[in-house]
């Protein structure tokens, strides 16, 4: 018995607009594709929510027992500048600003982006593939969909012909557009471009001469359009139609919208059967993005090194504020609000050593079993992660009233309240006890060890055992830890 086999997911499905019972297309084994970063420059906070929100949903996924396979493609060729068909790719444009070759853009970001990732704590996808290594199957896709007549070629490029497709397809039924609506949106085209419309878009990019990324083909040296790239991996590792595609909500537009397109016209088959978009961070109320420059990077966070924060924060941290909102929302990324995580997040695994030292009884006064549905109920309701928080704090609370003795548990609810703070803290929402976490609750603990030690100190010198009071300061002192009194009574510092 698998628990996927007693849990409902219900996902919020982007392309109908509305919650739907998760059903994978092979009981038990979950296709899950998310676009990936392109690698030309350090990826930001906002880039990291999108991730993160779908490294909780994998791992969720993965906790219920299903078999996950997880793509999440690198973007190394074809996205050019403005997400448009004409101007410079993204990569070699820093390549030639840097005076490196591109594949040393790629490298650098691709290591920054894997090293981001390892420091917040996100299991690697169980499939990493790159556009280059992809550029086979990319133009063996155009080849069909030429074929099947939705593309046509100017000039050693190819483009969608969007029209075309339009007549026997709905372009625009994930983003709710309409193609009149489009067209009345676009502008006419400049007349340097080879489209016969412009909301086509190209397939294949004949390479200008100072291009350097570029690729023989049937149709010119060139390379791949950003869409295609998306298609040829999915389908390749995860077949024809396949469970999840995610993203974030930038992409919806038209990104999503040509790869449902591009799947249609080669293979006759909608590709996904359920479109999962994350909301966008933000900074102090504005949308992070590279472009605007409104953007902090997370090393930056972690290490306290910037304009807008106050400190420095956790990895644990990190991952907990973003919890904290469903990945549906708009989060704002503020020192408040970060501040405010922090102190949830060390309460939280304040909990989590509760539970290793609380003591059992002969009854339990909580309802552990209902508890634990509700975490599951939590996350089945559209990963619901700020519920699920709710939930656990639930326990948290639980937890501190045994400790001071106005609540009580037996052995057997203790075990389950364990196994399940540890499923869904550490497994579900990939939180772990930093070293600063740790560092904190160890100097709690010497607190509480030292003042137990200066009341000892006390009580000797109210019995005049001087040599037993002056002992306990003296030695404290030889240790580091130095007693001061004053007329409200001891207190101590670390030297
Ligand atoms: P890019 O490297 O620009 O292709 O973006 C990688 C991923 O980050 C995509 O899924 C984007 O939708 C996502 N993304 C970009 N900006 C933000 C933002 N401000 N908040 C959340 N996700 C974002
Ligand atoms: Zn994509």
């Keep these: 018995m698998h628990l996927y086999q007693s849990n409902e997911i219900k996902i919020y499905n982007s392309l109908t607009g509305q919650k739907e019972i998760f059903k994978p297309i092979n009981a038990g084994h979950v296709g899950m594709y998310v676009c990936g970063p392109t690698v030309y420059s350090n990826v930001h906070l906002g880039n990291v929510r999108t991730f993160m929100s779908f490294d909780m949903v994998f791992r969720y996924l993965k906790h219920l027992g299903y078999k996950v396979r997880y793509v999440r493609n690198i973007t190394d060729a074809g996205h050019l500048e403005n997400d448009a068909d004409v101007g410079e790719d993204k990569i070699t444009k820093k390549a030639r600003l840097e005076q490196i070759e591109p594949m040393e853009v790629v490298q650098r970001y691709t290591v920054d982006f894997h090293n981001i990732l390892n420091t917040l704590n996100f299991l690697p996808p169980s499939i990493e593939p790159t556009a280059t290594g992809h550029i086979i199957e990319q133009i063996e896709l155009i080849r069909t969909i030429v074929e099947n007549g939705f593309a046509y070629v100017v000039n050693g490029s190819v483009y969608f012909d969007v029209h075309k497709f339009n007549e026997s397809h709905a372009y625009g039924k994930l983003s709710k557009r309409k193609l009149e609506d489009l067209i009345h949106n676009t502008r006419a085209l400049d007349g340097q471009s080879d489209k016969k419309n412009p909301q086509d878009f190209a397939l294949w990019k004949k390479a200008e001469p100072q291009h350097i990324m570029r690729w023989p083909s049937p149709w010119s040296d060139g390379f791949p359009g950003w869409h295609l790239e998306c298609t040829a991996m999915s389908t390749k590792y995860l077949g024809e139609q396949f469970d999840i595609h995610g993203g974030g909500m930038d992409l919806k537009f038209p990104h999503h919208e040509c790869e449902i397109a591009q799947n249609e016209a080669a293979k006759g088959k909608s590709p996904v059967n359920y479109w999962m978009h994350a909301n966008m961070l933000e900074l102090n109320g504005q949308r992070m993005s590279k472009t605007t420059g409104n953007t902090v990077n997370p090393h930056e966070l972690l290490s306290g090194e910037n304009a807008f924060f106050s400190k420095a924060f956790a990895p644990g941290v990190i991952r907990f504020f973003s919890a904290q909102s469903s990945y549906r929302s708009i989060l704002d990324l503020t020192d408040a609000g970060l501040l405010a995580s922090e102190k949830g997040f060390n309460k939280l695994m304040e909990g989590m050593r509760l539970l290793q030292s609380v003591g059992t009884a002969n009854t339990s006064s909580f309802d552990v079993s209902s508890w634990q549905q509700r975490c599951y109920d939590a996350m089945n309701d559209d990963f619901n992660t700020p519920i699920l928080i709710a939930t656990l704090f639930e326990a948290v609370k639980y937890l501190n009233q045994i400790k001071e003795g106005s609540?009580?548990?037996?052995?057997?609810?203790?075990?389950?309240?364990?196994?399940?703070?540890?499923?869904?803290?550490?497994?579900?929402?990939?939180?772990?006890?930093?070293?600063?976490?740790?560092?904190?609750?160890?100097?709690?603990?010497?607190?509480?060890?030292?003042?137990?030690?200066?009341?000892?100190?006390?009580?000797?010198?109210?019995?005049k055992d001087f040599a037993l009071s002056d002992k306990i300061r003296d030695e404290l002192a030889e240790a580091g830890i130095q007693l001061k009194d004053s007329k409200d009574g001891t207190t101590f510092s670390l030297s």
């Design 407 to 463: 609540a009580s548990i037996t052995a057997k609810d203790l075990q389950v309240l364990k196994t399940t703070m540890h499923a869904f803290v550490y497994d579900v929402l990939g939180l772990e006890a930093t070293s600063e976490a740790s560092t904190n609750a160890n100097n709690d603990k010497l607190a509480s060890a030292v003042n137990i030690l200066i009341e000892l100190r006390q009580d000797a010198r109210i019995n």
